[in-house]
């Protein structure tokens, strides 16, 4: 995987359509890195998220965007991919019902198999372990595990390059992202982050990720450009 020593590095950069990982995108690619982005397609009820991936995408002109279709609906267990489990619209203990199993162990081995196509030794992936909604693979210990992982089950890893998940936002609150963002010119009106958002990408404004946004920039002192159904 022995790359031109002329041109950028290369990274794949997970994008949800949301604000972290529009975030994250925006650090990598004022990093310097040739940015391939990746969605996916997975049977979410939130599917406008998808069309806003592909915008916030399409705000880099030299970036190159990919949707890979899942059935995650197909095994459900997630109020994400499971219309018969409601998405709570209020705070709850413990691991909450929006979890969807397994999910980003699954989407980081995507990735890592395009990385492996593309010659990219990066991975960035917007999780956050300090704002967030308490998902098992969003913590460090998550990150630190794959990227183990990811060094010795591909054939990259053997041959002695040494393959990296990047997770820049993980000890960051939701308003540091938020400021972090704005300086690096994010749009992030063009951002779904509503667990139940509907067609036109409005946020219903109650569950668990429209309330760490809205906090989010409340304390960062940055205006909220998210669109509510009940606006």
């Not at 190159?64 to 409601?86: C, E, F, Q, R």
């Not at 920039?217 to 450009?225: I, K, L, R």
Request: aromatic share 8%; with cysteine; glycine share 8%.
């Amino acid at each position: 995987m022995n790359q031109d020593a002329n041109a950028l590095p290369k990274a794949v950069i997970l994008v949800s359509g949301g604000l972290d990982s529009a975030t994250v995108l925006a650090m990598a690619h004022a990093q310097g890195f040739e940015c391939y982005t990746l969605s996916f397609d997975y049977g979410q009820r939130h599917r406008a998220e998808l069309i806003a991936a592909e915008r916030i995408s399409a705000a880099y002109p030299d970036v190159t965007h990919k949707v890979v279709t899942l059935n995650l609906d197909s095994i459900g267990g997630s109020a994400l991919t499971d219309i018969d489990i409601a998405v709570p619209e209020s705070p709850t203990e413990g691991i909450p019902v929006t979890y969807v199993p397994a999910r980003n162990t699954i989407f980081l081995s995507i990735a890592l198999g395009w990385a492996e196509v593309l010659g990219a030794l990066d991975i960035f992936i917007g999780v956050n372990a300090v704002d967030y909604s308490g998902y098992p693979d969003c913590r460090p210990q998550f990150i630190s595990a794959y990227e183990s992982l990811a060094n010795v089950a591909t054939k990259a890893g053997v041959e002695g390059n040494h393959l990296r998940i990047q997770a820049p936002l993980s000890n960051l609150s939701k308003a540091e992202i938020i400021q972090q963002g704005s300086q690096l010119g994010v749009d992030y009106s063009a951002t779904v982050s509503c667990y139940q958002a509907d067609n036109q990408g409005r946020a219903c404004g109650l569950c668990d990720s429209c309330r760490l946004r809205k906090e989010g920039f409340e304390s960062a002192g940055v205006a909220d450009p998210t669109r509510y159904k009940l606006a």
